[in-house]
């Protein structure tokens, strides 16, 4: 506990300071509580879009394959370095539960096909194709985990909070405060007995003085 002077003011100040801690120790709580809801939500979806991925992408890396099989190398090669094809990717930034987190968008813009389609499989169109479609759950599987990342981040800085309020401010003003009560109230007790020693001195005088002067007389 640190050195206070214990004056009634002092006292309030600290009572303030309580009153506001434990209000945002239970703000902080009650968001703590928050994103760990929505956390388990997100695992479950991310859990559910990396099974997705897991799954497709052997099928997907698969029409690779038979394209290389069905035809030789060198025209498989040839005919990807041929087909021209653009990508554009938006990122984006959002609040999820005050947590900033991407928000991805893939675009594909069609190019013009030059390679000679009797020398490519069809294999390997169906190959392109189907990672044109497959690509987005590629890319929602990274905003997910992203998005876990951060939200751990949050979660783990907000219970920081929470126990530096719950278990070392909270518990150092309380003690604080009644350190501070007990030393005014023995200040109050150590007034009043020396009052009422003041109090018995004086009437003894008066006494005193009345008895001297009735002796005078």
Do not use: W
């Amino acid at each position: 506990m640190k050195r206070v002077v214990p004056t009634r003011m002092e006292l309030l100040r600290m009572r303030k300071r309580l009153a506001t801690a434990t209000h945002g120790h239970k703000l902080l709580k009650d968001k703590l509580d928050g994103l760990m809801n929505e956390f388990r939500e997100i695992v479950e979806d991310y859990k559910k879009a990396r099974r997705e991925v897991d799954e497709g992408l052997p099928e997907v890396l698969k029409l690779f394959v038979l394209a290389g099989i069905t035809s030789s190398r060198q025209a498989v090669e040839t005919a990807i370095t041929q087909s021209s094809s653009s990508l554009s990717l938006d990122v984006t930034q959002a609040r999820f539960m005050g947590v900033v987190v991407p928000k991805f968008a893939v675009h594909f813009e069609a190019g013009e096909t030059t390679y000679s389609l009797l020398d490519a499989p069809s294999e390997l169109d169906d190959a392109t194709a189907t990672l044109k479609e497959y690509f987005p759950r590629i890319l929602q599987l990274a905003q997910l985990e992203e998005t876990m990342r951060r939200m751990v981040d949050e979660i783990e800085r907000t219970r920081r909070r929470v126990n530096a309020l719950e278990h070392v401010m909270i518990p150092e003003l309380r003690v604080t405060i009644k350190y501070i009560s007990n030393k005014l109230d023995e200040q109050e007790r150590s007034t009043t007995i020396r009052l009422m020693k003041i109090k018995d001195q004086r009437v003894k005088e008066e006494r005193a003085a009345r008895e001297a002067a009735m002796a005078k007389h």
